[in-house]
């Protein structure tokens, strides 16, 4: 049993402590995320009118987008020794992203993914003094990969509602 444990030890430089902080923020980036992928699936299914080709295939490819960068978040989370969380409940605890009721209007799914998107920024934001004190490079890089796309998503969905 011991030989199993002694096997199973991190040590890849960074306290048990410090791995536990980093991966409670990486777990609500995952559950920002998750929130985001749904509200914007959904909006890509029952977006109508006249934006509707446009927004249907730019929503697509954010969806996507989002995906992927799941299993990023919840593999980084398992390197630094924790459970990612996978279950909707969890997910939805951890997540600052509400649900949106009912199905708005084509701008207000745009409004709505805007928020979303600096809402993820913010998460991400919150985790980097940990990171630093940790000198953890990887979640460093992941979360600033993750910051380019959602500040960009923001900034290029921000400009469909300006006049």
């Keep these: 049993m011991a030989k199993v444990a002694a096997q199973a030890r991190i040590d890849i430089g960074i306290s048990e402590g410090d791995r536990g902080k980093i991966a409670e923020g990486l777990s609500r980036l995952l559950a920002d995320n998750f929130a985001l992928y749904l509200k914007t699936h959904n909006f890509h299914w029952n977006v109508k009118g006249p934006m509707f080709q446009t927004l249907h295939v ?28 996978g279950t ?6 951890l997540a600052s992203i509400p649900e949106t009721e009912g199905v708005p209007e084509a701008k207000e799914m745009v409004r709505l ?3 979303g998107h600096e809402a993820v920024a913010r998460t991400a934001r919150k985790i980097f ?21 959602h500040e960009k998503t923001a900034w290029m969905l921000r400009s469909l509602l300006e006049d």
């Design 88 to 93: 909707t409940s969890q997910l939805l605890k």
């Design 129 to 149: 003094p940990a990171v630093e004190k940790a000198s953890d490079e990887p979640s460093a890089d992941l979360l600033t990969q993750r910051l380019q796309v």
């Design 58 to 85: 730019m929503f697509e490819q954010q969806y996507n987008e989002l995906w992927t960068a799941l299993d990023a978040i919840a593999e980084r989370i398992r390197a630094l020794g924790f459970p990612a969380p």
């Design 113 to 115: 993914l805007v928020e």
